[in-house]
């Protein structure tokens, strides 16, 4: 059953992220203004985790854009990589990203604590935000964003875990609008900020 879902996820992320891409290449280059991006509805939803200053709801967020990534702190590449790449991207958007919230939900709430994210996201940028939970709260909000993980055992006794490495933006109502795979690069994903930005 938990691979039937897998599954199903991953190919309904990869429809998702193939539009998205043709959303942001078939406008590239053109000098009018661009279509809204679509509003991926059968992704996301409302959810509340801990922070390490207490509860987060997604609804706190509302009237920002949110850049929204699920990983954990023990991951050896590509969260750090990711994470470097949305710094650079809301560097890029320079006073406008104060109207844009980044949040890495933990994807290993055993031993990701709020407190430790708290300490972990600071390393990339001081605004980034890392939000934990129980076990169960944190596979409730993976299954809304679709999100594949799965432990990998290693020696003497530790795990690592396989996920998928999309980013989520999110729109100031906080309805998916679009996906970023892990390759993306910071001006695309900045652009696509900008765009919702300009929704407001």
Do not use: W
Not at 105 to 116: F, G, K, L, V
Not at 154 to 168: E, K, Q, R, T, W
């Amino acid at each position: 059953m938990r691979t039937r879902f897998l599954v199903a996820g991953t190919i309904a992320l990869v429809v998702a992220f193939a539009g998205t891409f043709a959303a942001f290449h078939l406008t590239r280059g053109q000098s009018s203004r661009p279509p809204p991006l679509p509003v991926l509805s059968d992704l996301g939803g409302e959810f509340e985790l801990a922070s390490a200053g207490g509860r987060v709801r997604l609804q706190d967020y509302r009237g920002r854009v949110v850049l929204l990534f699920f990983g954990y702190t023990y991951c050896p590449d590509v969260c750090p990589t990711s994470l470097h790449t949305l710094k650079l991207a809301v560097d890029t958007l320079g006073t406008e990203a104060d109207r844009v919230q980044v949040i890495m939900i933990t994807i290993d709430p055993e031993r990701d604590s709020a407190q430790h994210l708290a300490r972990y996201m600071r390393y990339f940028h001081p605004q980034f935000m890392g939000l934990s939970g129980t076990t169960d709260e944190v596979e409730r909000v993976a299954r809304q964003y679709r999100v594949f993980h799965e432990k990998v055992p290693i020696s003497p006794g530790g795990y690592l875990v396989n996920h998928s490495g999309y980013f989520y933006l999110l729109d100031s109502r906080g309805r998916v609008r679009a996906l970023f795979g892990a390759g993306a690069k910071p001006m695309t994903i900045a652009d696509g900020v900008r765009q919702l930005l300009r929704e407001n």
